[in-house]
């Protein structure tokens, strides 16, 4: 069975079958899928569980709940046995979250299906998958599609994962960030230099959870400096659009005014997010019984 642990496991085909079913779903296809999801979030989301148990909820999935912080895994019980027990039970699939970077590495052998709800500072594919649904939606194509990842990018497994969908599927990268916040990639601290000439500015959360921020700046500075102020939005071409994977530190990394301005898909994004796992899941129940 199909398993969605990193958008590097999808490659273009499969990506472009699963946008394409994502739009059936939402121009009101309908599919019913017969069996038992669990969603195991260890870490906190809104957006993606919630959507999660949408997409589940609209394809006829029974969804058993799980409290993780009533689970047996705070008597150290592992993940691998957490799943194996869901399995013995009867569960055919789960969605997990988890805070260590590529958790999914214990799991092989389990037979029901994963799918990768993030993992720490690794990846969030079915984020990506939306994001790529919205930025295809508006442009009908990715070639050509400049899109400037901007903020977290070390910590953030958002602009891994879309880094690696957009570039595969030929749309042109750039990065801005303060150069602490680099990681891997090679980034630019002057977002003015992109903000005339890209096609989507991709905002990302400030990570507080995970590194000490204020210790570099003070949220003013920082959205000064980085941020999608009302004044850089205003030099933004026609057509350009706002993305943001949200939760939204507002009047840090955009600007209060911004967040649903004609040019922000940011609230589109979260409504995609349903159809995509809605494919998602189907894709993932492929040769099942
Ligand atoms: N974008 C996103 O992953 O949001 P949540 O953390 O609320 O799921």
């Known amino acids: 069975m199909p398993d969605v642990l990193s958008i590097k496991g999808l490659d273009n085909g499969t990506i472009m079958e699963l946008l394409q079913r994502a739009g059936e779903f939402e121009r009101g296809a309908k599919q019913r899928l017969s069996g038992v999801f669990v969603n195991l979030f260890f870490e906190p989301s809104t957006r993606t569980k919630m959507s999660f148990e949408m997409a589940e909820h609209k394809m006829g999935l029974t969804v058993l709940p799980f409290e993780t912080a009533f689970s047996s895994t705070l008597k150290g019980e592992t993940l691998y046995d957490t799943v194996r ?12 979250r988890h805070e ?4 999914y590495k ?6 029901a299906a994963i799918i990768n709800g993030g993992d720490g500072s690794g990846q969030h594919p079915t984020q990506s998958l939306l994001d790529l649904y919205t930025i295809h939606q508006e442009f009908g194509r990715f070639d050509g599609i400049h899109v400037t990842i901007v903020g977290d990018i070390a910590h953030s497994r958002v602009a891994k994962s879309n880094a690696a969908a957009l570039e595969k599927m030929g749309a042109e990268v750039s990065f801005v960030c303060p150069k602490e916040w680099s990681g891997e990639y090679e980034t630019s601290e002057q977002l003015d230099k992109f903000i005339e000439k890209t096609d989507v500015v991709m905002m990302l959360r400030v990570q507080h959870e995970r590194h000490a921020v204020a210790a ?5 500075n920082y959205h000064e400096t980085y941020g999608l102020t009302v004044e850089r939005e205003r030099k933004m071409k026609r057509s350009a659009i706002i993305m943001h994977p949200a939760p939204i530190n507002r009047g840090v990394e955009i600007a209060d005014e911004l967040v649903e301005c004609k040019r922000s898909r940011i609230f589109k994004q979260m409504a995609n997010g349903v ?11 492929k040769g099942r019984d």
């Open 106 to 111: 214990e799991l092989e052998g389990c037979k």
């Open 100 to 103: 260590e970077e590529e958790y």
């Open 275 to 285: 159809f995509v796992r809605m494919a998602v899941l189907e894709y993932a129940m």
């Open 85 to 96: 027990t869901l399995e013995a039970i009867g569960v055919d699939g789960v969605i997990i």
């Open 216 to 220: 570099l700046f003070s949220k003013e």
